[in-house]
């Protein structure tokens, strides 16, 4: 039974029909509007009363006699929430979650007079029989997330199918993160945003959409988060609260109506439990975590070589170089150009005898040319995309006229990825995917009616838009690792959907060289950190425009502490290397550059706990102390893994800057002062320093600087120790760098636990793994001990040789394998 109710949200109705066509004149929609005028409106049907439920395994299915819900358990903590208007069910297909978690979950379906009720140990999910309101509720029965309306739909009579609408209770305070990479604030609260993959070159403030689509969002509201993945491919829509206050809503033009509930409490729970569904970033080759410099384009092969000897002369590390577009002969993806790139495989050798990988750039447009092997092979194999009346689909990009593989198709996917085989015998080592939103000159991208076969469950571009550049990076990335053998392949891309990072890092696309777009940056990260995205940075300088030393440095600055970090700028901009600025710009650019090598281990440490336990690397403050509603709002500082705090200088000529740091206590990086987190510090920010605070108990790891990982042996690991008077865990990560042995367990995960008081320091380390690492000792280096020692012991032999120095730090050596050390007052 269909339950026509008057539409309670009578903005959405009127948001619906603006969005059909952004363009549309005021008087226009006045008369579009007006039934009175012969336009019939759009008509909402919504569920009605359910009458029934009925329970296969953990699936839950309730219907209103034509409509039905269906509800799966999926853990204690995640609750999927399907509708389909007429109880025909999608199969169920998705490639953002390949897999649902399947160990099985206890729950209990319950009928009273006012509900159905399906519980886990962790949350409720309550079906109301008057109107089919759908909310959860934790186990203390508190209220998280309830429908303001009933799901509800509107026929597509042109494509079949259906819009899909869902609109919830935004509560008074609730505020909202994630949805990937909108350049916007950080909290959402208040916006409505679209997620349709578009090329936006030199994107402004609040421009949207961008480049990616991630259809999940963070609620926190009265210090209880949860999330909602709506797991929906087609053009979306999410309105935190801006039409209507109190309403919160998320729509599709298409597919079904699904989402997940996500149970935190805390945002971390809630952002593992996203990682749970949609996977993580595998481990990345250790070289990816160094610098990585690019420009569009460095050519011919003498430019490449006059840019890394720049690197090497000026002593300022790097571990790749990326050949842009115009490597490639006449921009045909899989060739070199002959002029510039006459002998490649020679190229690359030198580049890797001076420590250089190679990253070659790859766009999904294919030059149309009966000479040219990769159109001929796809045009044979019926591997391009084509329209509804079955023409190719063509348009111009970079090459000219080309036609574009259907990336949704496995054996297209299984063809683009052998096609690299010739890329990895020259001795490419990574792979970067760009225009495939998919771009198009001119119409932007392709036209709704192009056909994709999505991995058999057939669909128009309408469908397969948002997810085509993440299935090319797929392609990509497993094609790799066939080729690469047991190699950890490298790869970005800059379209994506939900899940894109289990097979590829991304950067934010092509930014400006303005302190605006700094700012903007840094929010992106840390959103797409928190969105399932954690290998992610920006076109360091901008890409578009100039930057001058000073935004340059600055942004290198914090380019230290995205988990990606590389330059990267357009054609017709000045040199735009480290060096390019000048003093004293280069040497502050050397000393941050040394400083990402210095903590690479650190990082790669953070990277596990995101690819193994789920963990964001970027956090921002919100996710430590979410129950600060003042913290809801900041969004300049985040922690780099959970140890390291950065703030970047985001303004020129600033001399300094308010910090906040969570509650605890924090040493600040440059000059080891203990201070009192829970409140703002002002801290000196002059050109070469950007403020850094260390989490007092944290024990960072340190590698030498080398010019590029891997130049020389590790001797020692240092340990940089921060004393406290409580207890705090950290962790390293350590294993070969390069290969899959992680898969088979064979790496190091160790645990140091400090504590302190005030007559004693304790480090502790507990291992596990099957990774035995070459170097034999550790180098400690003691900060911020409020005693002088008179004794260090470690386990249980004294330990005589220790550096005393003026700052009262202490430094000593001792073999890794040590259990526990006591420094003693
Ligand atoms: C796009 C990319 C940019 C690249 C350029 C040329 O604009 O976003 O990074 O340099 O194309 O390939």
Redesign the pocket.
């Given at each position: 039974m269909e339950n026509n109710v008057p539409n309670p949200n009578p903005e959405l109705l009127t948001a619906k029909l603006l969005e059909a066509d952004e363009t549309i004149a005021d008087e226009e929609f006045h008369h579009l509007n007006n039934p009175a005028d012969g336009i019939k409106p759009i008509v909402k049907k919504y569920l009605g009363v359910p009458n029934h439920a009925k329970q296969v395994g953990n699936k839950i299915y309730f219907t209103d006699g034509d409509a039905s819900v269906e509800v799966i358990v999926v853990t204690k903590e995640i609750i999927r929430v399907r509708l389909s208007p007429h109880s025909v069910f999608l199969e169920d297909f998705s490639y953002a979650v390949p897999q649902l978690p399947n160990k099985p979950v206890e729950f209990t379906l319950l009928e009273t007079d006012l509900e159905f009720r399906v519980s886990t140990e962790a949350v409720n999910c309550h079906i109301r029989k008057a109107d089919f309101f759908i909310s959860f509720s934790d186990k203390d029965e508190h209220v998280t997330s309830t429908d303001a309306v009933p799901m509800h739909w509107e026929e597509n009579t042109q494509f079949g199918g259906y819009y899909v609408f869902c609109t919830k209770t935004c509560y008074d305070k609730e505020s909202f993160f994630g949805l990937g990479d909108k350049a916007t604030e950080l909290n959402l609260r208040g916006k409505r945003l679209k997620n349709w993959n578009t090329d936006a070159?030199s994107y402004s403030f609040n421009q949207d959409p961008l480049y990616r689509s991630i259809p999940f969002y963070i609620s926190v509201n009265e210090n209880i988060a949860h999330g909602i993945f709506f797991d929906n491919t087609f053009k979306a829509y999410f309105d935190f609260g801006a039409e209507d206050r109190t309403k919160t809503s998320f729509f599709a033009d298409g597919g079904e109506l699904q989402y997940y509930y996500i149970h935190g409490p805390h945002m971390m729970d809630v952002v593992k439990n996203y990682h749970l569904l949609t996977g993580t970033h595998p481990m990345p080759p250790l070289w990816a975590l160094g610098y990585h410099q690019c420009r569009?384009s460095y050519y011919p092969e003498n430019k490449v070589k006059v840019i890394a000897n720049g690197f090497r002369q000026n002593r300022i590390p790097c571990d790749s170089i990326y050949l842009?577009?115009d490597y490639m002969d006449g921009y045909r993806c899989f060739t070199w150009s002959p002029k510039y790139f006459p002998n490649p495989k020679k190229m690359i050798a030198e580049l890797a005898s001076a420590g250089f990988k190679t990253v070659v750039?790859i766009d999904p447009g294919i030059r149309v040319d009966d000479n040219y092997w990769v159109f001929k092979e796809g045009k044979e194999k019926k591997y391009f995309c084509r329209r509804s009346d079955d023409y190719f689909m063509e348009g111009h990009v970079?090459p000219g006229r080309c036609q574009f593989p259907d990336f949704t198709n496995p054996e297209v996917r299984a063809w683009w990825g052998d096609l690299f085989d010739d890329l990895v015998e020259t001795g490419v080592a990574g792979v970067w995917n760009?225009?495939n939103e998919p771009a198009v000159f001119g119409s932007g991208t392709f036209p709704d009616d192009v056909r994709h076969q999505y991995d058999g469950y057939r669909g128009s571009h309408r469908k397969a838009h948002n997810v085509y550049g993440m299935q090319m990076v797929r392609a990509t990335y497993e094609g790799l690792r066939k080729q690469m053998k047991n190699k950890r392949p490298f790869t970005i891309t800059?379209a994506g959907y939900s899940g894109v990072q289990r097979y590829s890092s991304v950067w934010t696309?092509?930014n400006v060289a303005s302190w605006e777009h700094l700012k903007i940056g840094n929010i992106q990260l840390q959103r797409l950190s928190t969105s399932g995205i954690s290998f992610c940075g920006t076109?360091i300088g901008g890409?578009s425009g100039e930057p001058d030393g000073e935004l340059f440095t600055r942004w290198i600055q914090m380019g230290t502490f995205s988990p990606f970090m590389r330059a990267?700028s357009?054609g017709d901009t000045k040199e735009r290397e480290p060096w390019s600025f000048g003093e004293p710009f280069t040497s502050i650019n050397r000393k941050f550059i040394e400083l990402r090598y210095r903590l690479i281990p650190y990082l790669y440490s953070a990277f596990w706990e995101h690819h193994r336990y789920g963990f964001p690397i970027l956090r921002p403050v919100v996710m430590h102390e979410q129950g600060e509603v003042s913290n809801h709002f900041r969004q300049d500082e985040f922690t780099y893994g959970d140890k390291i705090l950065i703030c970047p200088v985001l303004d020129a000529g600033l001399q300094s800057r308010r910090v906040y740091l969570p509650k605890g206590k924090w040493y600040n990086w440059w000059t080891l002062e203990m201070v009192e987190g829970g409140k703002e510090h002002v801290v000196a920010t002059p050109l070469d320093i950007m403020p850094i605070f260390v989490k007092a108990g944290s024990v960072i790891p340190e590698y030498p600087v080398m010019q590029y990982t891997g130049e020389r042996e590790i001797e020692e690991v240092k340990l940089n120790i921060y004393y406290s008077d409580y207890e705090v865990n950290s962790f390293l990560f350590e294993d070969y760098g390069e290969t899959f042995a992680y898969e088979q367990d064979i790496y190091l995960e160790k645990k140091f636990v400090v504590n302190g008081d005030a007559q004693r320091l304790t480090i502790k380390q507990t291992m596990e793994g099957l990774y035995t690492p070459r170097y034999e000792g550790y180098h400690f280096k003691v900060n911020g001990l409020p005693f002088a020692p008179t004794k260090i012991l470690a386990d249980g032999k004294e330990i005589t040789e220790i550096a005393v120095n003026a700052d009262k730090t202490y430094e000593f050596k001792f073999p890794k394998n040590f259990k526990h050390i006591e420094i003693i007052k």
């Amino acid at each position: 039974m269909e339950n026509n109710v008057p539409n309670p949200n009578p903005e959405l109705l009127t948001a619906k029909l603006l969005e059909a066509d952004e363009t549309i004149a005021d008087e226009e929609f006045h008369h579009l509007n007006n039934p009175a005028d012969g336009i019939k409106p759009i008509v909402k049907k919504y569920l009605g009363v359910p009458n029934h439920a009925k329970q296969v395994g953990n699936k839950i299915y309730f219907t209103d006699g034509d409509a039905s819900v269906e509800v799966i358990v999926v853990t204690k903590e995640i609750i999927r929430v399907r509708l389909s208007p007429h109880s025909v069910f999608l199969e169920d297909f998705s490639y953002a979650v390949p897999q649902l978690p399947n160990k099985p979950v206890e729950f209990t379906l319950l009928e009273t007079d006012l509900e159905f009720r399906v519980s886990t140990e962790a949350v409720n999910c309550h079906i109301r029989k008057a109107d089919f309101f759908i909310s959860f509720s934790d186990k203390d029965e508190h209220v998280t997330s309830t429908d303001a309306v009933p799901m509800h739909w509107e026929e597509n009579t042109q494509f079949g199918g259906y819009y899909v609408f869902c609109t919830k209770t935004c509560y008074d305070k609730e505020s909202f993160f994630g949805l990937g990479d909108k350049a916007t604030e950080l909290n959402l609260r208040g916006k409505r945003l679209k997620n349709w993959n578009t090329d936006a070159y030199s994107y402004s403030f609040n421009q949207d959409p961008l480049y990616r689509s991630i259809p999940f969002y963070i609620s926190v509201n009265e210090n209880i988060a949860h999330g909602i993945f709506f797991d929906n491919t087609f053009k979306a829509y999410f309105d935190f609260g801006a039409e209507d206050r109190t309403k919160t809503s998320f729509f599709a033009d298409g597919g079904e109506l699904q989402y997940y509930y996500i149970h935190g409490p805390h945002m971390m729970d809630v952002v593992k439990n996203y990682h749970l569904l949609t996977g993580t970033h595998p481990m990345p080759p250790l070289w990816a975590l160094g610098y990585h410099q690019c420009r569009w384009s460095y050519y011919p092969e003498n430019k490449v070589k006059v840019i890394a000897n720049g690197f090497r002369q000026n002593r300022i590390p790097c571990d790749s170089i990326y050949l842009d577009i115009d490597y490639m002969d006449g921009y045909r993806c899989f060739t070199w150009s002959p002029k510039y790139f006459p002998n490649p495989k020679k190229m690359i050798a030198e580049l890797a005898s001076a420590g250089f990988k190679t990253v070659v750039i790859i766009d999904p447009g294919i030059r149309v040319d009966d000479n040219y092997w990769v159109f001929k092979e796809g045009k044979e194999k019926k591997y391009f995309c084509r329209r509804s009346d079955d023409y190719f689909m063509e348009g111009h990009v970079w090459p000219g006229r080309c036609q574009f593989p259907d990336f949704t198709n496995p054996e297209v996917r299984a063809w683009w990825g052998d096609l690299f085989d010739d890329l990895v015998e020259t001795g490419v080592a990574g792979v970067w995917n760009d225009m495939n939103e998919p771009a198009v000159f001119g119409s932007g991208t392709f036209p709704d009616d192009v056909r994709h076969q999505y991995d058999g469950y057939r669909g128009s571009h309408r469908k397969a838009h948002n997810v085509y550049g993440m299935q090319m990076v797929r392609a990509t990335y497993e094609g790799l690792r066939k080729q690469m053998k047991n190699k950890r392949p490298f790869t970005i891309t800059r379209a994506g959907y939900s899940g894109v990072q289990r097979y590829s890092s991304v950067w934010t696309g092509d930014n400006v060289a303005s302190w605006e777009h700094l700012k903007i940056g840094n929010i992106q990260l840390q959103r797409l950190s928190t969105s399932g995205i954690s290998f992610c940075g920006t076109d360091i300088g901008g890409f578009s425009g100039e930057p001058d030393g000073e935004l340059f440095t600055r942004w290198i600055q914090m380019g230290t502490f995205s988990p990606f970090m590389r330059a990267h700028s357009a054609g017709d901009t000045k040199e735009r290397e480290p060096w390019s600025f000048g003093e004293p710009f280069t040497s502050i650019n050397r000393k941050f550059i040394e400083l990402r090598y210095r903590l690479i281990p650190y990082l790669y440490s953070a990277f596990w706990e995101h690819h193994r336990y789920g963990f964001p690397i970027l956090r921002p403050v919100v996710m430590h102390e979410q129950g600060e509603v003042s913290n809801h709002f900041r969004q300049d500082e985040f922690t780099y893994g959970d140890k390291i705090l950065i703030c970047p200088v985001l303004d020129a000529g600033l001399q300094s800057r308010r910090v906040y740091l969570p509650k605890g206590k924090w040493y600040n990086w440059w000059t080891l002062e203990m201070v009192e987190g829970g409140k703002e510090h002002v801290v000196a920010t002059p050109l070469d320093i950007m403020p850094i605070f260390v989490k007092a108990g944290s024990v960072i790891p340190e590698y030498p600087v080398m010019q590029y990982t891997g130049e020389r042996e590790i001797e020692e690991v240092k340990l940089n120790i921060y004393y406290s008077d409580y207890e705090v865990n950290s962790f390293l990560f350590e294993d070969y760098g390069e290969t899959f042995a992680y898969e088979q367990d064979i790496y190091l995960e160790k645990k140091f636990v400090v504590n302190g008081d005030a007559q004693r320091l304790t480090i502790k380390q507990t291992m596990e793994g099957l990774y035995t690492p070459r170097y034999e000792g550790y180098h400690f280096k003691v900060n911020g001990l409020p005693f002088a020692p008179t004794k260090i012991l470690a386990d249980g032999k004294e330990i005589t040789e220790i550096a005393v120095n003026a700052d009262k730090t202490y430094e000593f050596k001792f073999p890794k394998n040590f259990k526990h050390i006591e420094i003693i007052k």
